[in-house]
């Protein structure tokens, strides 16, 4: 015989975790420049995009993860220091800042004339 464990896990589903999602980005769109200017990243474009990123992400992950937890707050936020979530988050890290610095520079070509 084999051991079966059931793991039971209640929380939102896939259509509200998208909603929080959007809502989150939406929300916290407007403190990445300020932010990533404050902490010395700098007040370009890649910067901007690379903090809008962790912004959303962080938020996203604390509203799930506390509804998830049963509105503790403590719980959600040891969700923050998994492998899985800081791997996530380097990803969008990094897929924010080479999408941000490869249309600026696009943008920047079409600009001046160089198609």
Same mark, same amino acid.
């Given at each position: 015989?084999?051991?079966?464990e059931?793991?039971?896990?209640? $929380?939102? $589903?896939?259509?509200?975790?998208? =909603?929080? *999602?959007v809502?989150m980005?939406?929300?916290?769109?407007?403190? !990445?420049a300020? /932010?990533a200017? @404050?902490?010395?990243? +700098?007040s370009g474009?890649? !910067? @901007?995009?690379?903090m $809008? *990123? &962790?912004l959303? *992400?962080?938020?996203?992950?604390?509203?799930? !993860?506390?509804?998830q937890? @049963?509105?503790?707050?403590?719980?959600?936020?040891k969700? /923050?220091?998994?492998k899985?979530?800081? @791997?996530?988050l380097a990803?969008k890290?990094?897929?924010? $800042?080479?999408? *941000? +610095? &490869?249309?600026?520079?696009?943008?920047? =070509?079409?600009?001046?004339g160089?198609?």
């Open positions: 015989m084999h051991k079966h059931r793991k039971v896990i209640q $929380g939102p $589903g896939q259509a509200l975790m998208a =909603i929080i *999602a809502a980005t939406i929300l916290t769109q407007g403190a !990445a300020p /932010l200017a @404050k902490i010395g990243l +700098g474009l890649v !910067a @901007k995009a690379v $809008g *990123a &962790v959303s *992400a962080v938020a996203t992950q604390l509203t799930a !993860a506390t509804m937890n @049963k509105g503790n707050p403590f719980k959600a936020a969700t /923050l220091a998994t899985e979530f800081l @791997k996530s990803i890290m990094a897929s924010a $800042g080479l999408t *941000a +610095g &490869v249309m600026a520079q696009y943008f920047l =070509i079409c600009k001046n160089l198609e």
